[in-house]
């Protein structure tokens, strides 16, 4: 059983409180993300789980023991670095193999060992060559290879994949997913690329400043974000975030928008009417996905939680699939996703539809959602 | 860079790389001469040395300053040449030298893989070190070595040399390793491997260039150490500089300038050996300290 | 391994005595190391501090009697001697050292056939041990079968060069041999600057229209500044605790004419029993290296904060 427990667990350096009160269940075979920018605690709590670092307080429990007190090599975990950090002085096969020597396994088991592993990932054929001989594809599968030997409960990940190039990293990105599918491993991957995230998580942990801020599946955390932060962080182009005033109009609640001359009324999904209501006559945040923001070509007819306004377009990107149009909407930027046929110039006023049902609502003092 | 001639015109061209190379020569044989004017001065007889002039070649070559030099001339009272010093100082260089690398490369290791608290201004207070005139430290140490024992000896030289040239040998090493990533040691600790294992397997293998650099610096620095040699030993025991200085004053009978000469290039020939054979380790020594701020 | 429950009801295994063994491991390798740094540097810094302040003589004593020994160092024409040396010195030294170490690594960085021999031939007297410069140098210098004898036979009957000799003179065959012996390693320094010049800058520069000597004055040089800091902070201090060179060259001489204060703590310490005021003298140095180099790396590291 691969189970991951952590319960609350603190960093302190000094007064300074790199983690504050850390609670994450990771299920046996399940692949955790942890994401979030530089400075947010991921990496801190990924080296805390291997035993590099210190717990302050708490605990954290791998396969149901508690671990805060057994160093790196008795917690049955396997890491991936972000440098690949292999042995310069060895060969891959030492490097596949020095974590078994170092643990006297018979010399038949290691060999069968890294052959079994050389298989997997495909590096049989540079097994007796040096890590500098190797291009940065192959070395990372090494790094994995490494890992893969030692068989181990958990597998730990920092960034394996932010020093290849981009093609590459789509092509190893769909590798260790493939490899977590036949394997069935309980995985922890710290990333900071939230397409990484998205795309190999069963679950999302969202994190800044020493705080999960979400922890959920991609498409809950994409569709439903916890809080601004969230919002903001998670989607490329990020979400738009509007200041806007909450209004009434035909029974319902919702905000009111404006591209600098007409202003147009967004109604709030049913869902939070409540809690919108509240919030009448004040400002609050209005989160709408660029996808959300389209036109007829994409998206087909008007319906009831769709509505189709002008807006003036400010600047055009092509980006092949999509067109990114920009448009104002109180004053703030907003991008909306057209059709790559839709004929839009800047300076043109186009026909934009808005889709209503995923709008939502922030706090914008506190940056929590308003449900 | 950039080759900032390219952009004259022909003719000045021609001319100033001329005298580019004429200056780059005389300079050149400016720091030869004496070099040249050494072994030179070493194979002359006293006879010739008067009838010539410093620049002259010998009228035949002689190899007896280099047999006085080496086995009867005079360093004070004692008249047995330089071969004892010269296997004195051999005789403390090498282990110096060794244990100093050894202790340094750990002390490097150390101080870039396994950071604690406090280890960065140990750091610094062993950096600072390196800048003190050792003037200030000779009285205490030499009454230290006599509480230990070992004044007028070569272990208490080992000592000494040991002690003053771990900062410089600590700056190498942990200069180099931070240049290594320390997910390596992140990732020997998780496959399992300790503090030793670490050490030996994955750090020291990688180490050879800088061994050399702090291997070649502590030698040259210690072979042609005076001060402590002067200080702390004493008659038989001297080292190699200390009796060729020695050598040079003592003042009994007639100035032997050939000697003195074969006896300077004999203090100075290990080093210069290891000055050719690895000039460019010896370099890297010199700016690895030179950047010690 | 023994096991314990935890706060949340899982097994927690306790630590071993090796993994206790295994975090103070580098702490106990340290250990010596710290305790060398702590009591052969400071400890004895501090203990030769403490004699300065004694009446110690052939026998060190531990009873303070206050200024004494700085009182009587001051008095010392020797003392004074030693420091208008180390002004001349040093001064000469290290502005010699610089100018012709810069010349140098300019010359050899216009693409020279040969240049790795050139540098080799540069930079071998650091090689060599300041006794042995000082004992070539000794036998170059001397009047009467050296240099002087040499021109003379060339047919210049009156020359005269006995520096070595000659009282208030003696001090500059020092520095002749000292920058001798170090300008190989200042233009080693420069020359490892000036590869470090960022090629985009000069071809800019050239592009501009800016004369090779413009580029050099007004770009390349003012670069080197790093490299200037270092040398000047190595150059100080060899300068400051220069002995060696002194002993072998002139031995101090003609009478004390070229002490230099390293020397004349070696002599008053060692020679002459008076341990007392060596320990004031040596105390004078050390203040003397701080005050120099301290300024200078910290202005330096001050300004690498600030630059980049």
Known sequence: MSTLSIINVKKRYGPVEVLKGI?????????????????????????????????????????????????????????????????????VRNNISFGLKIRKIPKGKQEETVNRVAKLLQIEA??????????????????????????????????????????????????????????????????????????????????????????????????DPADLFVAGFIGSPPMNLVRAPVAHKNGKVGVN?????????????????????????SEVVVGIRPEQITDDLARGHERSDRIKRRAKVDVVHPTGPDTLVLIQLNDTPVTCRVHPETRVQSGDNADLMFDLSKLVFFDPDKETRIR | MADTSQTQTAGPQWLGRAVLYALLVVFAVYYLMPL?????????????????????????????????????????????????????????????VIISTLVGAFNGY????????GSDVLFTLLLLGCFIPFQVILLPMAQTLGYLGIANSIPGLIFVHVVYGLAFTTLFFRNFYVTVPSDLTKAARIDGAGFFTIFWRIILPLSPAIIVVSVIWQFTQIWNDFLFGVVFSSGERQPITVALNNLVNTSTGIKEYNVDMSAAIIAGLPTLFVYVVAGKYFLRGLTAGAVKG | MTTATSASGLDRPRKRFADYLETALPKIVLGPTLLIALFFIYGFIIWTGWLSFTDSRLLPRYELAGFVQYVTLFENERWWTALRNLGIFGGLFILVCLVVGLLLAILLDQRIRAEGILRAVYLYPMALSFIVTGTAWRWILNPGLGLQNLIRQMGFES?????????????????????????????ALFLAGLRGVDDAIIKAAQVDGASPTRIYTSII??????????????????????FDLVMALTGGGPGFSSDLPATFMYTFAFNRNQIGLGAASAIIMLMTVVAIIVPLMYSETRRGHLGR
Request: with cysteine.
């Open chain 1, 23 to 91: 609670d994450i269940d990771v299920k046996d075979g399940e692949f955790l993300i942890l994401v979030g920018p530089s400075g947010c605690g991921k990496s801190t709590l990924l080296n805390m789980i291997a035993g590099l670092d210190t717990i302050t307080s708490g605990e954290i429990a791998i396969g149901g023991r508690v671990v805060n007190d057994l160093s790196p090599k008795d917690r049955d975990i396997a890491m991936v670095f972000q440098s690949y950090a292999l042995y310069p002085n060895m060969t």
């Open chain 1, 126 to 223: 540079l097994l007796d060559r040096m890590p500098s001989q190797l291009s940065g594809g192959q070395r990372q599968r090494v790094a994995m290879g490494r890992a893969l030997a030692r068989d181990p409960a958990l597998f730990l990940f920092d960034e394996p994949l932010s020093n290849l190039d981009a093609k590459l990293r789509v092509e190893m990105r769909a590798e260790i997913k493939l490899l977590h599918d036949r394997l069935g491993a309980t995985i922890v991957y710290v990333t900071h690329d939230q397409i990484e995230a998205m795309t190999l998580g069963d679950r999302i942990a969202v994190m800044k400043g020493g705080e999960v801020h979400q922890l959920a599946t991609p498409q809950e955390v994409y569709d």
């Open chain 1, 257 to 281: 928008l404006h591209d600098g001359g007409e202003t147009f009324f967004l109604a709030a999904p049913d869902a939070v009417q409540n809690g919108l209501s509240a919030w009448n006559g």
């Open chain 2, 36 to 96: 040249f004017v050494m072994i030179t001065t070493s194979l002359k007889t006293l006879d010739d040395i008067r009838a010539g002039n410093l620049v002259a070649l010998p009228e035949e070559i002689s190899f007896a300053a280099w047999v006085k030099a080496w086995g009867t001339a005079c360093t004070g009272v004692e008249c047995n040449g330089l071969k004892g010093n010269f296997l004195n100082s051999v005789s403390f260089v090498v282990p110096a």
């Open chain 2, 110 to 117: 150390v101080l870039t893989m396994w950071r604690f608290r």
């Open chain 3, 159 to 187: 020359f005269t060069f006995d520096w070595i000799v000659t009282p208030g003179m003696s001090i500059y065959t020092v520095v002749i041999a000292g920058a001798w012996q170090s300008t190989g390693f200042v233009m």
């Open chain 3, 221 to 242: 040089i003012p670069s080197l500044r790093p490299v200037f800091f270092s040398a000047l902070i190595i150059l100080s201090h060899i300068a400051i605790k220069s």
